[in-house]
């Protein structure tokens, strides 16, 4: 299973694993793959927080920080202050929205939320995330940088290679890699639309190949809906360097979730996942429930674009984490998973989920290399 990757990096195998989750981060790039924080959504300090907790336990190994860095957002005032920019965004947003919000999170029983702390604005503008970057730079084990919509800007992708790390950056799209490739980009991600969280179009087994032969010389990992040996097997054997796993991870005992969540993403099967606008204003799979049902089902609000429908679900979004277990919460809560949700049904720790997956991987290796035995 290794590649020419996992030595550039310093890693054993090539199976990355996003989560927002601190512990899950660096339990896998302890079993010998790659932990990326998700830090998308993160306030500069709470990085630095999660980073320093990071430093400290992961000993030698070396792990990945995923932030959003920005594409363009037509229309997106041009204001560095990120409260400044924050309350400029929240006045665009017209009343009915947040109206609509709180009646689906009143209608469900979702407890207000209980602290003084207003809405802020999430990741995906320039103002939010270039801190997150400059923290990342600073980290020395994290010698992977890794942006998630579109084309990260070409002057921080030079200034991370001038730090020694690498950058990657997601794509479900073969006419992207171009302006990834002239941006400097050394690894593409390849992001099948079974995946969980933003998603394009195209299944993983029709993207991954031609993904690699539109990214060569740059490798590729693939995405989306890879949760079993057998499934990475098929990444490899499209051409890809390494695996990119995101929804594996939600349901491991190391990642910290209120127990009603896990539950939900535990008892899921791969047909309960949807794609929707109606979380970030951009296509995301999240599982379906009466949240993505009501936004879908009326004709009055359609969900805005990124970032403001992003303030409109912020509150939501937090008060559904929180309060997952109270009253109807599941049925409005954002739980961000793709397809493969269906595969996971009990908890594992990380180690027993990379004991299950070299298992089944060499299963697999092994039935094929039997069906090759009459060829030659
Ligand atoms: C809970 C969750 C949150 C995600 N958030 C982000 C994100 O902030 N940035 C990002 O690059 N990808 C994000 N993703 C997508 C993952 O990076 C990865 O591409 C995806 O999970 C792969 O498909 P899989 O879920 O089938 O493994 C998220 C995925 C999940 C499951």
């Given amino acids: ?3 020419e990757l996992c030595d550039r990096l310093g890693i054993d195998v090539p199976i990355f694993a996003f989560s927002h989750c601190r512990d899950v981060v660096v339990a896998v790039s302890k079993a010998g793959g790659m932990g990326v924080l998700g830090a998308g959504t993160y306030t500069p300090e709470k990085l630095r927080e999660e980073l320093d907790w990071i430093d400290e336990h992961i000993g030698d190994k070396p792990y990945g920080i995923d932030i959003v860095l920005p594409m363009k957002i037509p229309g997106l ?6 409260d400044e920019l924050t309350q400029t965004l929240l006045a665009k947003v017209p009343d009915e929205y947040f109206e609509y919000a709180e009646s689906l999170l009143e209608a469900h029983g979702v407890p207000a939320w209980d602290a003084n702390d207003p809405i802020k604005l999430m990741g995906w503008t320039e103002a939010t995330t270039r801190p997150l970057f400059e923290e990342a730079l600073n980290r020395d084990k994290a010698s992977l940088i890794v942006n998630a919509l579109g084309t990260p800007p070409k002057d921080l992708v030079d200034r991370a290679h ?5 950058v990657g950056a997601l794509t479900g799209k073969p006419k992207h890699v171009e302006s990834h490739k002239v941006a400097g980009v050394d690894i593409i991600i390849a992001n099948g639309a079974e995946g969980g ?5 195209i299944g993983s087994i029709v993207l991954w190949p031609q993904l690699v032969d539109a990214a060569a010389p740059l490798p590729v990992l693939a995405a989306g809906g890879i949760g079993n040996g057998r499934q990475i097997l098929a990444a490899l054997a499209s051409g890809a360097q390494g695996v990119w796993t995101g929804s594996m991870w939600l ?14 993403l535990l008892d899921a099967s791969s047909e309960d996942t949807v794609v929707t606008r109606s979380w970030t204003g951009k296509r995301a799979r999240v599982l379906n429930n009466d949240w993505n049902k009501s936004w879908e089902n009326q004709s009055e609000l359609k969900p805005l674009g990124l970032p403001l429908q992003g303030l409109v679900t912020a509150d939501a979004w937090r008060r559904t984490e929180k309060y997952a277990g109270v009253a109807d919460t599941q049925k409005v809560a954002l ?17 027993q989920v990379f004991e299950r997956l070299f298992e089944e991987y060499l299963e697999a290796s092994s039935h094929i290399n039997d069906l090759n035995k009459d060829l030659f």
């Avoid at 001038?162 to 690498?166: D, F, H, I």
């Avoid at 349901?251 to 939900?264: D, F, I, L, R």
């Avoid at 739980?335 to 180690?351: D, H, K, M, S």
């Fill in 1 to 3: 299973m290794k590649t």
């Fill in 77 to 82: 005032p041009d204001i560095e202050d990120v």
């Fill in 162 to 166: 001038e730090r020694g790390k690498l």
């Fill in 197 to 201: 969280g933003h998603v394009g179009e």
């Fill in 251 to 264: 349901t491991v005992e190391e990642a910290q979730a209120e127990p009603a969540q896990k539950q939900s």
């Fill in 335 to 351: 739980n961000i998973a793709g397809q493969v949700i269906g595969q996971f049904n009990e908890v594992q720790t990380v180690r």
